[in-house]
């Protein structure tokens, strides 16, 4: 069964960096596009960035860009983002999920479990 | 404030039909962009119901139908059973540097 999981979450102060990683099993990772996806507390679904198979294209919702930094090492099948410069309103559970073909236009269909980021002091 | 936008909340009763409407503009869903739709269980990631605008993922029950017309989107369940009772998401994509991905606001399902 195709499957992801998401690491990386944790507790962290406002202003500071984490990094979070998802491990990809049971398909060719190298030929998806992968996104982040995430879930404030109560609230709905938001985009947050997407890499192409061969993190030729990569896109990031305004509210991330310039704080926010996808990559992927198809090598490990692993995908990352380094967040820095968090803020209060970073906080929820972020989501890894695999694009049905490389370039990230065709729906998400395998998701992780997620992982919870928390910004507070 | 969602790009796509979807009523909070629909309700039916068991065995009846109800549709989840998803609203775009011409840069997104009515400039040519495929529309997916999502279900989310209580407390589960989201899972991939419609693809494509109208295409059902291997496993999913035929009860589950989408459509694309124009600028707007529709999620249809017919035969609605309890287990349906969820949110359902909406999501295309937007031209332009400001967004790519786009999803709705999501939709709360309630079974009567």
């Known amino acids: 069964e195709e499957q992801l999981v998401e690491s990386g979450g944790g507790l962290v102060q406002p202003g500071r960096s984490l990094r979070l990683s998802c491990a990809a099993s049971?398909?060719?990772?190298?030929?998806?596009?992968i996104h982040w996806v995430r879930q404030a507390p109560g609230k709905g679904l938001e985009w947050v960035a997407t890499?192409?198979?061969?993190?030729?294209?990569?896109g990031y919702a305004d509210s991330v860009r310039g704080r926010f930094t996808i990559s992927r090492d198809n090598a490990k099948s692993s995908l990352y983002l380094q967040m820095n410069s968090l803020r209060g309103e970073d906080t929820a559970l972020y989501y890894c999920?695999?694009?049905?073909?490389?370039?990230?236009?065709?729906?998400?269909?395998?998701w992780g479990q997620g992982t919870t980021v928390i910004v507070s002091s | 404030q969602s790009v796509l936008t979807q009523p909070p909340s629909v309700s039916g009763a068991p065995g009846q039909r109800v549709t989840i409407s998803c609203s775009g503009s011409?840069?997104?869903?009515?400039?040519?962009?495929?529309v997916h739709w999502y279900q989310q269980l209580p407390g589960t990631a989201p899972k991939l119901l419609i693809y494509?605008?109208?295409n059902r993922p291997s496993g999913v029950p035929d009860r589950f139908s989408g459509s694309k017309s124009g600028t707007s989107a529709s999620l249809a369940i017919t035969g609605l059973q309890a287990e349906d009772e969820a949110d359902y998401y909406c999501?295309?994509?937007?031209?332009?540097?400001?967004?790519?991905?786009?999803f709705g606001g999501g939709t709360r399902l309630t079974v009567l």
């Open positions: 999920a695999k694009d049905r073909a490389d370039d990230g236009y065709y729906g998400l269909d395998v």
């Open positions: 049971e398909f060719t990772f190298d030929d998806y596009a």
């Open positions: 890499i192409s198979r061969k993190s030729d294209s990569i």
């Open positions: 011409s840069s997104n869903i009515g400039a040519g962009y495929d």
């Open positions: 494509g605008n109208n």
């Open positions: 999501q295309s994509y937007a031209s332009g540097l400001s967004a790519r991905v786009v």
